[in-house]
């Protein structure tokens, strides 16, 4: 009788574990979607903040053709990315055409006085801290689901129940580098 009772409050605990395991499985996952969803936001924000910006310069630098076009395609290509892989690609690409941009528009002086564009830039600068924000706080969320998930015990109900790792948000290689602006 004793030991009948031992293996019901054994299996108890064991349903009782396996429960809060997977809520908190559940938690950290609606957690790594909260964080990816405001890196979504922010880039967003840039995506439309960058037509205002491209037309204040293109009425200084309507010579620059090149750069618009590349910042039209790279807009397009993130406002269409739907996975962080294709995210961060795109991301790094607009971060490229935009930092040539701004180096075209430090050749003029008047443009730099504009009210529009030191508006503009000051919006922009802050999205680009928001959005450095919200990646770190995407990869802290998933660091910690991926901790949690691949523990044992709790790889048992992870894999039990399809919970799989989660992909970080990372730059591309080469997007550590200062893009080459010629004149």
């Known amino acids: 009788m004793v030991a009948l009772i031992v293996i019901l409050i054994i299996v108890l ?6 429960i809060g395991t997977y809520n908190k499985m559940v938690s950290l996952e609606q957690k790594v979607q ?13 995506a439309d903040l960058i037509p205002n910006l ?31 892989e294709e995210q961060a690609t795109a991301d790094a690409q607009l971060n490229t055409a935009l930092s040539r941009l701004i180096a075209i528009a430090e050749n003029y002086p008047t443009l730099k006085a504009d ?5 503009l830039m ?20 998933v660091r910690e689901y991926n901790a ?11 894999n039990a129940f399809g919970f799989r790792e989660k992909q970080y948000f990372e730059a591309k290689p080469g997007a550590e580098e200062t893009p ?3 004149f």
């Open 13 to 18: 605990i064991s349903i009782f574990w396996a």
């Open 34 to 46: 909260e964080s990816y969803s405001q890196i979504q936001n922010q880039l967003q924000r840039r």
């Open 122 to 141: 000051d919006e922009l600068a802050g999205t680009e801290n928001r959005i450095a924000v919200a990646r770190k706080d995407y990869n802290e969320a």
């Open 115 to 119: 009210a529009n564009f030191r508006q």
């Open 148 to 158: 949690f998930i691949k523990r044992f015990p709790n790889v048992l109900i992870a």
């Open 54 to 84: 491209v037309e204040t310069v293109k009425g200084y630098a309507s010579h620059e053709k090149e750069i618009f076009e590349a910042i039209a395609d790279a807009r397009s290509k993130l406002i269409g990315a739907r996975t962080p």
């Open 180 to 182: 080459s602006v010629k």
